[in-house]
Each structure stands twice: as C-alpha cells, then as structure tokens.
C-alpha cells in the first residue's frame, strides 16, 4: 500500500525553524521525485521544493530559496524540509507528493501522482 505520511508541523514564531518530514512507504521512492507543497487558506496549492529521490538534486520556489533545505534519507524512504527564518507568508498546510516526472525544474502539484494528507505550519507572533 502506497503512503506517504508528512510530519512536523507545529505552531512557531517569526524567524523560527521547524523541519518537516515525509516518510514514504509501500514503493520504491528511488524511481520518483518527491515534492512539497503547500497551500494557505483561500489560495492555491503551490510548490515548495522538490527532490530527486535518486541523486539528491533539488529545486526550490523563489520565494523560499536560501530559507528552505529539501533532503533525503534512502535507509529511511524519508524526504525532510528544514524550513528556517519562518514568516507569517510561510503560514499553510504542507503536503509532500510523488511524481514519476524526473527532471531539473520545481514540478508543478499538477505533475503530482500522490498524495499525503498534509501538516499544517502556523507563523505567527
């Protein structure tokens, strides 16, 4: 049974850190790139970065760039996003997804195969 299963979320002030985790089991996460995603109240779903399962290597949205670091750990299928200097913006439900598209660019959560539920970030003072 394919799952993904996202953790991490919590509630953090302006300028925090927290580091989300996406634990895949169920199929072979080598084959796929694992993305996250999120989405804030009354907007769109948008993406946060994504990973090469395989080789490790990583896009990343503008607006997160510098501030967010996508990683990976084969031994445990886990993808991790360590999120820091966290701003109120970055307020939103998290969800990490798979995608069979392997390529150099930030999918789109079109491009997404599955799903996990999602984590919900809070920034706020």
């Known amino acids: 049974q394919v799952q993904l299963v996202e953790s991490g979320g919590d509630f953090v002030q302006p300028g925090g850190s927290l580091r989300l985790s996406c634990a895949a089991s169920?199929?072979?996460?080598?084959?796929?790139?694992v993305g996250w995603f999120r989405q804030a109240p009354g907007k769109s779903r948008e993406g946060v970065s994504c990973i090469r399962f395989s080789n490790g290597r990583a896009n990343y949205a503008d607006s997160v760039k510098g501030r967010f670091t996508i990683s990976r750990d084969k031994a445990k299928n886990t993808v991790y996003l360590q999120m820091n200097s966290l701003k109120p913006d970055d307020t939103a439900v998290y969800s990490c997804?798979?995608?069979?598209?392997?390529?150099?660019?930030?999918?789109?959560?079109?491009?997404?195969?599955?799903w996990g539920k999602g984590t919900l970030v809070t920034v706020s003072s």
């Open positions: 997804a798979i995608s069979g598209i392997v390529n150099d660019h930030l999918l789109s959560p079109y491009d997404m195969d599955f």
């Open positions: 169920g199929f072979t996460v080598d084959y796929y790139t």
